[in-house]
Antibody, heavy 124, light 106 residues
Framework: EVQLLESGGGLVQPGGSLRLSCAAS????????MSWVRQAPGKGLEWVSA????????YYADSVKGRFTISRDNSKNTLYLQMNSLRAEDTAVYYCAKEGPPYCSGGSCYWGYWGQGTLVTVSS | EIVLTQSPATLSLSPGERATLSCRAS??????LAWYQQKPGQAPRLLIY???NRATGIPARFSGSGSGTDFTLTISSLEPEDFAVYYCQQRSNCPTFGQGTRLEIK
């Protein structure tokens, strides 16, 4: 059974940093691209960042480019999101999400599995 | 960035009724569109991918259609557990979501 468990959220001041983790189990972690998706309180979903299975390719939304860094440790089956220079508008629940078969076509995939999310609050 | 616009914002229906939710893309996404369901306090759940394919375990009352810029999610006969928020999503190099349609009990 695929399981994704996020941790590391909390309250941080504007300009501060936080590192989120997502512990994965139930599948061959290194074989799958992973993403972070966030949801501000009472708002919709926003894709934040993605990383290939090997970690060699990374992608970011413009809203976080230059401030956030996605990484993974395939030996620990763990995905990370290092968040620096945090702003009030980064306040959200952050989900990690797994993409891959059978929800793939045309060379890319959809997110078939999601964690339960971790809340990040940026406030003074 | 491809913008997805969902309508209506809120849909009020009764159990047993048919629900029709729309998603329009600012440019063609071919058939590369998904629908997710989200209930309060829960993560999103993939319902439909590639516009019309049901994900594993999704009941047959959920169906998707469309291609290019116009897409529809249909729930043929609403069950009490179907009242939730629904999002469409396109999966280009910069994935985006629609703003959501809240399906509420009338």
């Amino acid at each position: 059974e695929v399981q994704l468990l996020e941790s590391g959220g909390g309250l941080v001041q504007p300009g501060g940093s936080l590192r989120l983790s997502c512990a994965a189990s139930g599948f061959t972690f290194s074989s799958y691209a992973m993403s972070w998706v966030r949801q501000a309180p009472g708002k919709g979903l926003e894709w934040v960042s993605a990383i290939s299975g090997s970690g060699g390719s990374t992608y970011y939304a413009d809203s976080v480019k230059g401030r956030f860094t996605i990484s993974r440790d395939n030996s620990k089956n763990t995905l990370y999101l290092q968040m620096n220079s945090l702003r009030a508008e980064d306040t959200a629940v952050y989900y990690c999400a797994k993409e891959g078969p059978p929800y793939c076509s045309g060379g890319s995939c959809y997110w078939g599995y999601w964690g339960q999310g971790t809340l990040v609050t940026v406030s003074s | 960035e491809i913008v997805l616009t969902q309508s209506p914002a809120t849909l009020s229906l009764s159990p047993g009724e048919r629900a029709t939710l729309s998603c329009r893309a600012s440019q063609s996404v071919s058939s590369y569109l998904a629908w997710y369901q989200q209930k309060p306090g829960q993560a999103p759940r993939l319902l439909i991918y590639d516009a019309s394919n049901r994900a594993t375990g999704i009941p047959a009352r959920f169906s998707g259609s469309g291609s290019g810029t116009d897409f529809t999610l249909t729930i043929s006969s609403l069950e009490p557990e179907d009242f939730a928020v629904y999002y469409c999503q396109q999966r280009s190099n910069c994935p985006t979501f629609g703003q959501g349609t809240r399906l509420e009990i009338k």
